[in-house]
């Protein structure tokens, strides 16, 4: 699904982004990338999405070369690719029906399909009661979960999120993992940047861990840390 | 494309951002006024102008002692030019004429007060081109039965000086005009282009959401666009009015003044010709709303890129 290849991004003043970074994420993973604020873990995610570009290196997205990709062309390349954020990146004047209902009229969707689709959706992640407040009237969770809405609405084949659960709090933070765990098990391959380290020892999934823009450890099973990773795999 | 939807969005955004949009509103409206109070303007010195030419015209009065053949010969003279395609045309204006319309334009009492008529008999001698009066006038300066004092020409009246001066200030003031119309239809774009980036910039995390979830660089403007359009449509609708209104008040001001031979165009609104081809409010408002589409765009550009 996703291939880096050598790929280094340096931001200007000699910051480093991601340095001499090669992975494989296959279709259907579920990964964690892991590792201190500035180990390039939003790097990564925003190489992905063709905002930034990489100095030197290949990547490589469901088959498509970004480096050969025309700007024209992003656009579809977003379209498969939901992202959920830390600051969950709302329309603030637009109701939770309608910021979900955007990502299809984006696309060009049909109304009478965006109008079976988002309530679908919305009851999926819990908020079917919520349909149309606006994002200040709910809770953190709540309009996260309304963001992992609006990224998975159209199925995309890759799900990225960049701490999602980062500003909310433990419990409301479990509920939105099974969210994004219930939306790998439909096939989508979903990338979880995060500093939870709660969440990632519990799920026991793939850990891809970053320093300074290198990876350190990309492990099977893994868990946050490195010591505990012998653990892990004992039991 | 998706019509509707994109005008549902502007429509939308500027219920939202409205103290922006009448900000937009307000500039468009004031650009487009300035500039339509300069191409009314314009258009009525125009007329004015031509109103000026065609007044040009050649007196020649004739001494009061002359016999009626000498006057006969004068008109054949006149005839003759008429006839060479000189003289447009020409009217005789006897002394109890040239008495009545002094009377006319400056009152009973003057007049009531004079023991004998002075007024001199005339022909009054349109010329074909404005540019030969000169050489028209020529020909009476030395005719016997024309009322010249000795050794002067002061029998023969036309408006060298004074319509050449007036034409020569018409086309100066057109000319600043179109320098001022320049000028103002730059300030206009200018103003619109930073409304619109200020309200662009408002909204770039809209803009960047957009993009985010995969909207085409066309999908995320044409909203913007539509807005842009209904602004300018609207104030330069508001501008269309406000003009004629003041061209109508002004107009009729004049009409009761003494200055009346400005001979000021009362427009109708949709009135056409002159600067005006589709109309005095179609123009400005297509030209309002094209400003703020393309003030819109131009905008936008620095936004967009990848």
């Not at chain 1, 990146?89 to 209902?101: E, G, M, Q, S």
């Not at chain 2, 107009?251 to 165009?265: G, P």
Request: proline share 4%.
């Amino acid at each position: 699904m996703i291939v880096f290849e050598d790929v280094t991004k340096v931001y200007d003043p000699d910051v480093v982004g991601l340095e001499d970074f090669t992975c494989h994420i296959g279709k259907g993973e579920f990964v964690f990338l892991v590792g201190p604020s500035g180990s390039g873990k939003s790097t990564l995610i925003k190489l992905v999405l063709k905002e930034l570009r990489p100095d030197t290196g290949r990547i490589l997205v469901a088959g498509r070369n970004l480096g050969t990709l025309r700007n024209s062309k992003v656009p579809l390349l977003r379209r498969n690719i939901g992202c959920v954020f830390q600051d969950f990146k709302l329309l603030p004047n637009k109701t939770v029906y309608d910021n979900v209902a955007y990502a299809l009229e984006v696309v060009g969707e049909p109304r009478r399909s965006i109008r079976r689709k988002v309530p679908e959706i919305l009851s999926l992640v819990g908020l079917a009661e919520k349909t149309n407040s606006l994002p200040h009237e709910i809770s953190g969770g709540e309009q996260q979960r309304v963001s992992v809405a609006r990224a998975f609405v159209n199925h995309p084949p890759l799900l990225l999120a960049d701490e999602p659960t980062g500003n909310i709090d433990p419990e409301t933070a479990v509920g939105i993992m099974q969210l994004l765990v219930r939306i790998n098990r439909t096939g989508t391959t979903v990338v979880i940047a995060t500093h939870d380290r709660d969440m990632v020892n519990r799920m026991r999934r793939r850990v891809l861990q970053l320093e300074a823009g290198r990876l350190v450890r990309d492990e099977r099973r893994g868990s946050y840390d490195q010591v505990t990773e012998e653990v892990g795999d004992a039991f | 494309m998706r019509f509707s939807y994109f005008l549902a969005e502007a429509f939308g955004s500027m219920r939202r951002n409205w103290v922006m949009a009448m900000a937009a509103v307000i500039t468009v409206f004031i650009s487009t006024a300035i500039l339509g109070a300069v191409l009314v303007t314009r258009d009525n010195l125009n007329q004015g102008a031509t109103n000026l030419k065609n007044r040009v015209m050649i007196e020649v009065f004739i001494r009061d002692n002359s016999s009626p053949a000498q006057v006969s010969a004068l008109q054949h003279k006149i005839d003759v030019l008429k006839s060479q395609g000189q003289v447009k045309g020409y009217t005789y204006i006897s002394k109890e004429q040239a008495l009545a319309i002094f009377r006319k334009r400056f009152g009973e009492r003057i007049v009531a007060n004079l023991p004998i008529n002075p007024l001199p008999a005339s022909y009054q001698i349109q010329v074909q081109n404005t540019d030969n009066v000169d050489k028209v006038a020529a020909q009476f300066f030395n005719d016997p039965t024309v009322d010249n004092d000795p050794g002067t020409h002061n029998g023969v009246k036309y408006a060298k000086e004074t319509v050449r001066k007036m034409l020569g200030t018409i086309s100066l003031i057109e000319k600043g005009m179109w320098v001022v119309t320049i000028i103002f239809a730059a300030a206009a774009v200018l103003l619109i282009s930073t409304t619109v980036r200020l309200s662009i910039f408002a909204r770039r995390r809209e803009v960047e959401i957009m993009r985010l979830v995969g909207a085409t660089n066309w999908f995320i403007r044409w909203p913007f666009v539509f807005e842009g359009f209904i602004t300018g449509l609207f104030g330069a609708i508001l501008a269309g009015v406000f003009v004629w209104v003041g061209n109508w008040g002004i107009a009729n001001w004049i009409k009761s003044t003494q200055i009346d031979f400005l001979s000021l165009r009362v427009y109708r609104l949709w009135w056409q010709g002159g600067t005006w081809p589709l109309g005095l409010l179609p123009t400005l408002a297509l030209l309002g709303a094209l400003l703020g589409a393309v003030g819109s765009l131009v905008a936008l550009r620095r936004h967009l890129k990848t």
